[in-house]
Structures are given as C-alpha cells and as structure tokens.
C-alpha cells in the first residue's frame, strides 16, 4: 500500500473541505474591495460634482467683476477643498492645527489714543522690496485680526509672508489688550466701534503720506473695516478693502454659533479666551462692571450682555447686535470692497448674507465659495500652504496696487 498517496491524499481532501467551510462562513470577504471602490466612487462623484466649485461673484458694477475676472484669477477657478475634509468646522479647525508656520520680524510700535490707551503696531517694513526703492511710497495693507486673534497667529503671519513676496508693506492692528498691548484703560475692543481703527489709519496716514492703502479684515476684523469704511463714506482714506468670513447678521451668527455643535466647538473656545482677557485686568474693570458675573460667562452672547454693551455704552445686547450687524450698511460704501465669505460658513449662514442689496450695490462685490468654512479655504491634499483665501487676497491687493487708480476710479463705478 502506498502509505504517501493516502495521507496526502486524505489531508488535501480534509483541507478542500474546511477551505469550502470557510469560504460559506466568508463569502462576504471577496465582496469587501467591491463595496470600498464603490463608495470611493461615490464620494469622489460627490466631491466633483456638489464640492468643487468656482465660487458665486454677486455684485452690481461690470467695471468692478470685469476687474477681478482679469487680475484675480483664482475667483474665476474652481476651489478645491481638501478631498478628505471639506466639511466646514472640519476646514476651519484643520487649517488652525495643520497649516505650516511661517516667522516674520516683525517691527512693533506701542501708540497712544486720545483716551490714554495702547495700541500695538506690528510692521512688517519690507525694506528690501524690489519692487519700490522709496519707502514713502511703498503700499501699505492695514491688517486686523479676528476676535482674539494677533500679529502671531498662524493665519496672518502667512499672509504677512505673502504681502512681503508682492513687495509691499504690512501692518497689523492689534486690538486693545491683545497681541502684548497693555490694556491701560477700562475699553477693550468691539465690531461696531471704529474710533481705534481710525486712529491707526490717521497714523499710518500721517507717518506714510504717499503710500496707497488696503484695508483688510478677517472675522470681527473684517466687521471693524466695514464699518469704517461705511463710517468714513468718501473721505475714506483707504484705495479699497476686503473683508474675509465676516459676520453680516449678529443675531443670525449668534443662533447658529448656539447650535449644540458649533457651541461646543467654536462658542465655548472664544467665550473662554474673552473671559481671560477680562481676569487678566479685573481691576480695571471693578467700577465698571461686576466682574465675578462677566467671569460666568458661558457664551459669546453673554460675554456681550456682560462686558460688551457695557464697555461701550448700549442699553443692551440687542442694541448692541443691531449697531454692530452690517447687513443694512451697504449703501455706505463709498470705495471698492471684496467680500470674501464660504457658503457653510458656521459663523455666517447663508441667509444672512446680504446678496440681494449686493446686486444693488456698485462698490461691492460678494466672491461665495461652496465650502471652505471660517477663515478656513484649505485646498489640495494637505493644508501646510497658501489655502484659497492667501491667493484671493494677494491677488485682490497686487491688482488694486497696481491698477485700481486707473480701473477703479469713483468715476468708473
């Protein structure tokens, strides 16, 4: 008897056996590489067709769109959000985490208001430019950062970086008591008031004569510009501005930053980094305010009940919200302004922008992409660069440096 034959025999024919016996238990598993094609195609079909798009330009004046479709390509391009997270707190969260860091040498200069209160200049001199030999001359962008933002956050040292590679000139206004400004009287900062914006302008104005100005805001920043620019009308010092994820409707910004969600991601945060702002000079603030109630603040709407509309004088939040809302203030503008504002946007909704009055209005334009969140504008496949916001806004500023006094003109509009 041939003893090999039957043992390989009998164990190739027990192995086919538990081989068909697995196979019941997982049919499933040749299916597996199917289904994950299937989704991936899907969501790629997903991405291309609702997610990738050139954004919606809204405005009155041809001159004006005819401006930007020249010189600012990237408005007439598709955005490509990133591929794996484009959703809008995911954009906005992803860009502050993952965006590569830039340095700058800043040079900083401490001024005094009227009232007796500081305000820290972050300048970026660009002394070496190519572009202008004579520093008197040189263009200069006005920056201002959002709620608790500074001369330091991730966001604007890469546009600081950028305006650096144009050849221009950068300064940033740091709010009181942000930014290493010492908080020296009881008043901080708030969106309707434009008295300390002013002053910077006149002084950035008064050191630097010649030199054409750009105003750019981003968040509250944004809402501060706008409403100096409304406030200013003609006598605007500024050649044009544009304002980045800016809050048009307070109430309705404030409904959608109370969702569950967008409490506990954003609300909570910045509720958190106004209250420091106030512990850290509670003695300023004693006569003035009942500081232990402002320090329970839990919510951005009470931070303003608290301190805000007090600081500044309103009767109440409401009055306040009303004052500092931008929607009904477009008729205002007097010089060239470029909204830059993501559709999903968890601080700005949709409906609260006012893009009906736009299409009114000639100073004004409204670029709204399909996503790209709160100052977020990821693209690509990772967000260590320039996002879509950088290129807009470069664009925009070497454009009307360049060639605003000749296709911008209050005439031409």
């Known amino acids: 008897m041939n003893f090999t034959w039957c043992w390989n025999g009998g164990y190739r024919q027990r192995m086919s056996k538990k081989v068909a016996e697995l196979a019941k238990e ?3 598993v040749p299916v597996m590489p199917t289904i994950l094609c299937g989704l991936g195609l899907l969501y790629t079909t997903y991405y291309f067709v609702f997610v990738a ?15 930007l479709s020249r010189h600012c390509p990237a408005l007439s391009e598709k955005y490509w959000p990133l591929f794996w997270c484009f959703g809008a707190r995911a954009n906005t969260i992803v860009r502050a985490l993952f965006k590569g860091h830039v340095s700058v040498a800043y040079r900083r200069e401490r001024i005094e208001t009227h009232d007796g209160g500081e305000i820290c200049l972050d300048w970026m001199d660009n002394d070496d430019s190519e572009r202008d030999d004579d520093s008197g001359r040189r263009p200069t962008v006005i920056l201002l950062p959002g709620l608790t933002g500074d001369s330091q956050d991730n ?22 008591g942000n930014g290493g400004a010492e908080l020296k009287t009881p008043r901080t900062y708030c969106a309707a008031n434009t008295d300390d914006l002013q002053f910077v302008v006149d002084h950035v104005k008064g050191h630097y004569p010649d030199s054409p100005l750009i105003g750019v805001g981003l968040s509250l920043g944004g809402m501060i510009l706008f409403h100096y620019v409304a ?25 959608s930053l109370e969702s569950p969600m967008n409490y506990l991601v954003f609300n909570l945060f910045l509720t958190s980094s106004l209250n420091k702002l106030i512990q850290k000079h509670r003695n300023m603030f004693e006569d003035l305010l009942d ?4 320090m329970q603040s839990r919510s951005i709407r009470d931070f303003d009940e608290r301190v805000t509309a007090k600081i500044f004088g309103y009767d109440s939040v409401e009055q306040y919200y009303s004052d500092a809302s931008m929607d009904n203030k477009l008729d205002a503008i007097r010089i060239p ?39 977020g504008f990821c693209e690509g ?26 296709e911008l003109k209050e005439k031409n509009l």
């Open 26 to 28: 997982w049919h499933w």
């Open 53 to 67: 798009k050139k954004p919606q330009l809204i405005g009155k004046d041809k001159r004006f769109l005819k401006f």
């Open 155 to 176: 966001y604007m040292l890469h546009i600081v970086e950028g305006i650096r590679r144009l050849g221009y000139r950068a300064v940033v206004f740091n709010y009181r």
């Open 231 to 255: 406030n200013s009308g003609k006598d605007c010092k500024l050649q044009a501005a544009m304002v980045i994820s800016t809050v048009w409707n307070v109430f309705k910004t404030t409904e």
């Open 291 to 294: 500081v232990d109630h402002a």
């Open 337 to 375: 302004v470029l909204c830059l504002t993501a559709a999903d946007d968890p601080f700005s909704p949709m409906d609260a922008l006012p893009l009906g009055a736009a299409q009114q209005h000639p100073y004004i334009v409204f670029a709204v992409t399909s996503h790209g969140g709160h100052i």
């Open 381 to 406: 496949l990772l967000p260590r660069k320039r996002t879509y916001m950088d290129r807009v806004l470069f664009q925009f500023v070497d454009a009307v440096f360049k060639y605003g006094n000749k």
